[in-house]
């Protein structure tokens, strides 16, 4: 056999052996694609959005009380908790990265006196309305299952204030730090359900006077946590 046989031998060996291969490896390909568990795509959702929804406001409330310049010993205050009408609108920057705005259907709180003052009763109440503005950022390769966490801060207004114990009663408006986190489930790329939770960290100052003549001032820690659910609608 001379060298350019064993050459043209040689090469047709090289070249069916490559084919061969690329078959194995494009069979192995098919194989492990068939069999791996696939993961729904998420929703290409819109990046705009509106949510709507009922929520619990729970209130974790605590009050330093000065009554005549005077530190009042043992004197704090409750507050009753509320249910409440919310709704935010919110948009996606990126995929993943997003802002919301939330506001609601302003509930009544009413403080009422506790420790050395609970014999006051209600102190007064107030009608007030929170202003939430919070970054998030959502897991949305797990299909229409979107958990999200975030942060940012709130703004309360308070809006109509009703005396009790205290006459005059003042309280004012405030920031807080807020965080935030829940999920969302779409049903489609316009619907969508959502379960969330916010927890703010409100103080507010208030004041006023007891029976009328002596003045009093708080420092009411109000901290309250708003649980809420409902639909949302991407466009």
């Known amino acids: 056999m001379n060298r350019n046989r064993l050459r043209v031998l040689l090469a047709f060996f090289l070249a069916t052996g490559s084919c061969f291969a690329q078959t194995l490896t494009s069979g192995e390909v098919a194989i492990n694609q068939e069999n791996k568990p696939q993961i729904a795509a998420p929703p290409n959702v819109d990046k705009w959005y509106v949510r709507v929804g009922v929520s619990g406001v729970i209130y974790h409330p605590s009050a330093n009380i000065t009554v005549d310049d005077t530190e009042a010993p043992g004197a704090s205050a409750t507050i009753d908790n509320n249910v409440a009408i919310l709704f935010d609108g919110g948009y996606y920057f990126t995929k ?83 965080v935030q986190g829940g999920t969302d489930y779409m049903f489609n790329k316009k619907w969508g359900a959502f379960i969330d939770c916010k927890q703010i960290w409100l103080s507010v100052d208030a004041h006023g006077n007891i029976a009328g003549v002596v003045p009093a001032k708080a420092r009411v820690k109000i901290y309250p946590t708003t649980v809420w659910a409902g639909v949302e609608y991407h466009f």
């Open 96 to 178: 993943n990265i997003a802002a919301s705005l939330m506001a609601g259907i302003p509930p009544k709180t009413t403080l009422r006196g506790a420790g050395t003052i609970a014999g006051y009763g209600n102190l007064g109440s107030v009608w007030w309305g929170p202003g939430i503005l919070t970054a998030h950022y959502h897991l949305r390769n797990l299909g229409p299952l979107q958990p999200y966490a975030g942060a940012g801060f709130g703004y309360a207004i308070m809006l109509k204030k009703h005396n009790d114990a205290l006459d005059n009663l003042a309280i004012h408006n405030n920031f807080a730090p807020v």
